[in-house]
């Protein structure tokens, strides 16, 4: 057994896919059903903190049928990238932000923060135990799961005394299947993903399942995701299932709904308002109500609309339908200012343009 830095034991796995293997799985990536071979681990208790910190084979886990969070749902999780650069270096992107909104999380759902530096050193021991993972394909990364689950078996309702922390690694492509075209969206009306004084803001997996339901009405009616309006007043635009949304109008004016607590704070959203104001455009964080967003399509003043995240990255959105609409962003095809943000911000990640805000950490 050997260590990596901050005392991540290293376990190897005794079964590690080939060369031949690994290649194979490298050369068909879709998002998020290739796994590497190992994965990080941590396990809290009231007695001994965090402990048992360790990298070991990606296995199934063994776990109480009364395991908390098989019941109550206290599950949390981030989603990050890690980025080969053109002379093989190997870089993630703003993993301290991911740090933050993990233990911020752990705080909303009553759980033990991990501290940051633990967070960082197990991005880094698993990565660097599964390098030769990380994809080195145009577009392509190793997408990093970090997430915590109560495991103590316990029925009642309260928060539970043992949690294990893990982080698993998928090697991606692009999260939506053609790659950076035009998605369509389908409004939901009757659905809401997250209320206020809710878990809207936190990374928490319930919110994901909530927006389950009205995600596949949205594919059935041939959509590619929901998006969700305000439970408060159903009027003003939240997110999407799972990406925070942009609406740039006809004055360069780039508009996102301000974070009120019911949507998530993404960090790809925080960098795209950092390199829209170094680029020296208006940027309005505020309510953007349904019918202003419509009536700008219709009239021309709503030039461009896009969602983004980290798997999703930057994604042009080319229509909007609800019940009793459906309208065409533009003429339905990318806009300048998404393209330019996509190209921006994908350039900094690959290491294929300086890094001015010192995002990037190498691994
Ligand atoms: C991410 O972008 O990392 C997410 O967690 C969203 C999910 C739709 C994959």
Redesign the pocket.
Known sequence: MTTAPADYAIVPSSHPRTTAQRTAALERLS??VEFTDHMARATWTPEEGWQGHRVEAFAPLELSPAAAVLHYAQEI?????AYRHADGSVWAFRPEANARRFAASARRLAMPELPEEDFLASISALVDTDLEWVPSTEGASL?L?PFMIATEPFLGVRPAQRYEYLVIASPVGP?FVNGFQPVSIWVAQDYHRAGPGGTGHA?FGGN?AASLLPQQRANAQGFDQVCFLDAATRTNLEEL???NVFVVDEDGVVHTPALTGTILE?V?RSSILTLLTEEGLEVRERDIPLTWLLDGVRDGSVREVFAC????VITPIGRLAGESFDVTVGDGAAGPVTSRLFDRLTDIQFGRAQDPHDWMRRL
Do not use: D, I, P, V
């Open positions: 998002f998020g999780f981030e989603g990050l990238k997408y799961r999260y990374k994901y299932g799972g990406m993404g790809t995240g980290t798997a999703a």
